[in-house]
């Protein structure tokens, strides 16, 4: 297939977009950001015109020429599938696959919802949570989830260089931007040795180093 100017609507510190932009990295797709700021004015996510395009007010957004795809796990699968070239994002062996996509959703639907901004806002909003406390629970959340996570990886003979063999998969492209929250947050990493340390493998690498909160072209600049 061939590739038209993909566009993604995102956030610079949206870890679903980051996933994204790793993905389409890691693809060797062009494509154009189209940054939807998700706090200043209550949020651009929340206005009519975003409606219309993703009516749950989320973000990613992936623009395919007609098509329109939301959510970032599926825009991942659909730039593997539609998309020959660049790196495989899930192995080929069926057991490879099943490790794979249990290692990305922990972080995808286990970890990263209970962390996202609206529930944040919704705990301040509803219950006047203090900022101490919001920040008490995201932390418990990451730590829990990278506890199995680690396990998972530490003892399983399929971790390689990264978190399934020696090339980054979907697993890898999850992890990454947790870890970039975990940090955020100020979780304690020492327990955690192995996704460390394939973090630090990943960094090294010019498709997850691009796709960083920090060089996007609507992060704040310094």
Known sequence: M???RLKLYGYWRS???YRVRIALNLKGL???????HLIENGGAQHTDAYRKINPQEM?????DGERVIRQSMAIIEYLEE???GGTKLLPTAVRDRARVRCLAQIVACDIHPLGNLRVL?????EFNTPQVERERWAQHWIREGFVAFERL???NPSTGQFCEGDEPTLADICLVPQVYNARRWSVDMTPFPTIVRIDAECAKLPAFANARPENQPDAPKA
Request: proline letters at 10%.
């Open 15 to 17: 870890s679903a977009a």
């Open 30 to 36: 062009p494509y154009e950001i189209l940054p939807v």
């Open 121 to 125: 806002q919704y705990l301040e909003r």
């Open 2 to 4: 061939a590739a038209e």
């Open 59 to 63: 973000i990613p957004v992936l623009i």
């Open 153 to 155: 990886l530490a003892e």
């Open 82 to 84: 539609a998309y020959e």
